[in-house]
T-cell receptor, first 115, second 110 residues
Framework: DTGVSQDPRHKITKRGQNVTFRCDPI?????LYWYRQTLGQGPEFLTY????????KSRLLSDRFSAERPKGSFSTLEIQRTEQGDSAMYLC??????????????FGSGTRLTV | QKEVEQDPGPLSVPEGAIVSLNCTYS??????FMWYRQYSRKGPELLMY????GNKEDGRFTAQVDKSSKYISLFIRDSQPSDSATYLC??????????FGQGTILTVHP
C-alpha cells in the first residue's frame, strides 16, 4: 500500500497525559500536512512541512502541540497535557510540490483521539 | 463569517437522482478548488480538483467553478447508494493549506 499511513488508528487517553501520533506519507511526496477534524465539521489546518522544514502553523496549534518531521520522511504530532477539547480525528496528508504545482493531495485514515 | 460556507444538509435522494452540492467562499485570492468524499471514520478522498472557472467532468461527477460569484458546485449524475458519504469542498490560495467547508451529508436510498 503506497497511501498515507497513520498510527495508531485510535488512541484513548486520560486528561493530562501526553500522546504522540505518527504519519508516514507517500514516499515520493515532499509536503506533509496535519489537520484536525471534530464531529460534523470539515478538517481544520494545523501545520505543514516541506521536506523537514515546518513552513506554517495555525493559531489552533497551541504550545501544547508540537510537530516534527526529522528527516523529511515520517512526521510525529505530540500533544502534551491533553484536555477533553483535544478529542478529535487527527488527519495527515501529503503531496508533491514540483515546478510550483502541487500534486496528489492525499489524506490518511486519521488517528481518532478520545480524552 | 467563515471563509468557506457549505450547507451541511443532510441531503437524502433516491437512487438515480442528480445531486447538486454547493459551497460559497469569501476570499477572492483562492485559486484551487477541490471536492473530497469522506466515508464514516475514514480520511477524505479526493474526487475532483480545478483551478479555473468553468466545468470539469470525470465520469458521473462534474465540478463547476464560478469565480465571479465565488461559488463552486459538484454534480453527481445517476447517484448510487455507494455515493452515500459526506462531501467536503476545499479551497486554497497556493495549493498548500486547505480551507474546508463544513461538509454535506448525502444519503442515496435504493
Amino acid at each position: 500500500d503506497t497511501g498515507v499511513s497513520q498510527d495508531p488508528r485510535h488512541k484513548i487517553t486520560k486528561r493530562g497525559q501526553n500522546v504522540t501520533f505518527r504519519c508516514d506519507p507517500i514516499s515520493e511526496h515532499n509536503r506533509l500536512y496535519w489537520y484536525r477534524q471534530t464531529l460534523g465539521q470539515g478538517p481544520e489546518f494545523l501545520t505543514y512541512f516541506q521536506n523537514e522544514a515546518q513552513l506554517e502553523k495555525s493559531r489552533l496549534l497551541s504550545d501544547r502541540f508540537s510537530a516534527e518531521r526529522p528527516k523529511g520522511s515520517f512526521s510525529t504530532l505530540e500533544i502534551q497535557r491533553t484536555e477533553q477539547g483535544d478529542s478529535a480525528m487527527y488527519l495527515c496528508a501529503s503531496s508533491l510540490l514540483w515546478r510550483g504545482q502541487v500534486y496528489g493531495y492525499t489524506f490518511g485514515s486519521g488517528t481518532r483521539l478520545t480524552v | 463569517q467563515k471563509e468557506v460556507e457549505q450547507d451541511p444538509g443532510p441531503l437524502s435522494v433516491p437512487e438515480g437522482a442528480i445531486v447538486s452540492l454547493n459551497c460559497t467562499y469569501s476570499n477572492s485570492a483562492f485559486q484551487y478548488f477541490m471536492w473530497y468524499r469522506q466515508y464514516s471514520r475514514k480520511g477524505p478522498e479526493l474526487l475532483m480538483y480545478t483551478y479555473s472557472s468553468g466545468n470539469k467532468e470525470d465520469g458521473r461527477f462534474t465540478a463547476q467553478v464560478d469565480k465571479s460569484s465565488k461559488y463552486i458546485s459538484l454534480f453527481i449524475r445517476d447517484s448510487q447508494p455507494s455515493d452515500s458519504a459526506t462531501y467536503l469542498c476545499a479551497i486554497t490560495t497556493s495549493y498548500g493549506k486547505l480551507t474546508f467547508g463544513q461538509g454535506t451529508i448525502l444519503t442515496v436510498h435504493p
